[in-house]
């Protein structure tokens, strides 16, 4: 298993709707958890960090950890055609780096 | 505040040449991290250095190498280039060690091999 991996998508729904993104983790990675999100052509960016079980939100944004399933998600409220990017699931790694997942595109149509 | 700068932005080489990238990140920050970024790998990581000292090494190939100066300006180079090192390559500046997330990225370098 790789250490962090995500479905590739791309995954498309429409304007207001809510957009579930997933990641699996394996036990090779530490327990801090990043999203990312990269809009076509540009370098990624800082969404989320979560570190606990449970959920964390942030504006339409919500980061939701499962340490027992070894899953993270990020669920995106009323979505909007300029949430349409490529959305990173990072891990920290053993050697102090940051692991990433190869991303899940998200469309989002008006 | 400026950001993270990378360059050059764009280059094109030939098998067999080498390249030396260029990153100077965020005033202050003293962890620069180097990611290759390709559609097929995403983003792989190459190594990270803080205070000059390389810190930590992904699974590339000794033609990769990188360096730290005491500005906190960080160098990789690529020597004997094969056609699989098209990519863009990121560089990442922290406040503190990598794993702690919160990677500030610059706009890459697009690495063209032919």
């Known amino acids: 298993q790789k250490e962090v991996e995500q479905n590739s998508g791309p995954l498309s729904v429409p304007e207001g709707a809510i957009a579930s993104l997933n990641c699996t983790y394996s036990d090779r990675v530490s327990q801090s958890f990043f999203w990312y999100r990269q809009y076509s052509g540009k370098s990624p960016e800082l969404i989320m960090s979560i570190y606990s079980n449970g959920d964390k939100e942030d504006g339409r944004f919500t980061a939701q950890l499962n340490k027992a399933s070894q899953y993270v998600s990020l669920l995106i409220r009323d979505s909007q055609p300029s949430d349409s990017a490529t959305y990173l699931c990072a891990a920290g790694g053993s050697q102090g780096n940051l692991i990433f997942g190869k991303g899940t595109k998200l469309s989002v149509k008006p | 505040k400026a950001g993270v700068t990378q360059t050059p932005r764009y280059l094109i080489k030939t098998r067999g040449q080498q390249v030396t990238l260029s990153c100077s990140p965020i005033s202050g920050h003293r962890s620069v991290s180097w990611y290759q970024q390709t559609p097929g790998q995403g983003l792989q990581f190459l190594f990270e250095?803080?205070?000059?000292?390389?810190?930590n090494k992904g699974n590339f190939p000794g033609r990769f190498s990188g360096r730290q100066f005491s500005n906190s300006r960080s160098e990789m180079n690529v020597s004997t280039l094969e056609l699989g090192d098209s990519a863009l390559y990121l560089c990442?500046?922290?406040?503190?060690?990598?794993?702690?997330?919160?990677?500030?990225f610059g706009e890459g370098s697009r690495l063209t091999v032919l």
């Open positions: 990442a500046s922290s406040l503190a060690q990598a794993n702690t997330g919160e990677l500030f």
């Open positions: 250095y803080f205070s000059e000292t390389q810190r």
